[in-house]
């Protein structure tokens, strides 16, 4: 049965407009976290140890919040999510720069995560593979990404422009954002295909820990899964520190904070393009190892570039480049999941992903470790040529994946 917009509509349209707001407001302080925490005064080990809690809080919770999703329903969990983190970023707003309140309020948004990530998904695949129209199930959730990455490009965009009045605007607009996006989803969305399910939450901690000795066991034993997910922690190191360093070395060298704001929304407008032709560049390379590789390099040149050029438009142009690169060379690529899936069997495909998943989580938390010791160890400056020379060199190692 051929799908029509209307049919389209129906079957996901509150999950088009729920990907909007949440992608809109994200974008609105999504390229100036680590300098709005500056503003407060804190140190470059303050906010890494204060970003380090709330990774760590999401890791402890996982499992409790995945409860709250069996147990009460999808819908209520990702209602609770978005109003803990409109709540957290509420209280980091009104904090005043007390150190102990931000820690607080970043642990209770990694609790509010946890609380999204799995339920959301589940949410949507049910609804789809529930109706008549489950045979375009990837279909719609590549839609669904596009549709988010409009809402990125915008909310940066209206982001970069706040910020020319303080960036407590851009978090004003992404507090009232998450709210908005509580209400429409408690009064706009339904949850038809639901069970309630009985839940012992010291058996799922058991069989959680059951399955990752499993999928750690698979990852050791196949070796081009084991270089895979040894590229792939190098890689999120690299990008996080990026993320992290770029955004205050650039302001320091004259770069207007706005400008951030405009690359990222331009950069997401061109990967809404790219990304749907991403797999004709594998095509021409022949591999998509070969594509992951030349995204991957590029990215880290690109970042190698912000480290040493000054010139504003020049700055624009690598920022932007570096985020587009990292679209479609790193671990959320369509490349790197049509590789990765080559060798993972499907029976533990879920649980070999989530071993993935911790790598990334611990790669980020070495990254703010570094990214609280470097700058004043070696300056912004050798900080972000030094992500930017990791994720070049790491690049290479797709190379010695052989592709099936």
């Given amino acids: 049965m051929k799908m029509s917009l209307k049919d389209e509509l129906n079957a996901v349209g509150q999950f088009y407009v729920i990907k909007i707001l949440y992608w809109l407001s994200v974008g609105f302080m999504g390229g100036y976290w680590i300098l709005y925490y500056l503003g407060f005064g804190l140190d470059f080990p303050k906010i890494a140890f204060m970003i380090i809690l ?179 922690f190098f890689l999120s190191f690299a990008a996080q520190l990026t993320y992290s360093a770029y955004q205050p070395y650039v302001v320091d060298i004259g770069f207007p904070p706005q400008f951030i704001g405009y690359a990222l929304s331009l950069s997401g407008l061109i990967s809404i393009v790219s990304l749907n032709y991403a797999h004709k560049v594998s095509e021409f390379l022949g591999s998509k190892k070969r594509t992951l590789f030349l995204f991957s390099l590029l990215q880290g040149v690109a970042v190698l570039g912000i480290a040493m050029m000054t010139d504003i438009r020049i700055l624009f142009f690598l920022i932007t480049a570096h985020i587009v690169a990292y679209d479609l060379g790193g671990g959320v690529s369509p490349a790197f999941g049509a590789l990765y899936n080559q060798f993972v069997p499907k029976r533990i495909r879920a649980t070999v992903i989530s071993v993935t998943g911790l790598v990334r989580q611990s790669s980020v938390i070495l990254s703010m470790i570094a990214f609280g010791v470097l700058p004043d160890l070696i300056g912004l400056q050798y900080t972000v040529a030094f992500s930017g020379a990791v994720l070049a060199v790491t690049a290479f190692g797709y190379l010695f994946v052989k592709e099936r």
Avoid: C
């Fill in 54 to 232: 709330g990774a760590v809080g999401s890791v402890l919770f996982e499992i409790p919040t995945g409860a709250i999703a069996d147990v009460y329903g999808r819908r209520v969990s990702v209602i609770l999510s978005y109003f803990l983190t409109a709540v957290s970023y509420l209280g980091i707003l009104l904090s005043g720069g007390n150190y102990f309140l931000l820690m607080f309020f970043s642990v209770l948004a990694g609790i509010s995560f946890t609380l999204e990530s799995g339920a959301m998904e589940a949410w949507i695949v049910d609804t789809v593979n529930h109706s008549k129209y489950s045979k375009y199930l990837e279909k719609l959730l590549g839609r669904l990404g596009s549709v988010a990455s409009v809402g990125f490009s915008i909310g940066a965009l209206v982001g970069g422009y706040l910020v020319t009045f303080g960036y407590d605007k851009a978090v004003m607009a992404n507090v009232t954002g998450f709210f908005l996006l509580t209400l429409y989803v408690l009064f706009f969305t339904h949850e038809v295909y639901f069970k309630k399910k009985k839940i012992n939450i010291l058996k799922n901690f058991k069989n959680t820990f059951k399955k990752s000795k499993q999928g750690i066991g698979f990852v050791l034993g196949n070796k081009q899964i084991l270089l895979i997910t040894v590229l792939i």
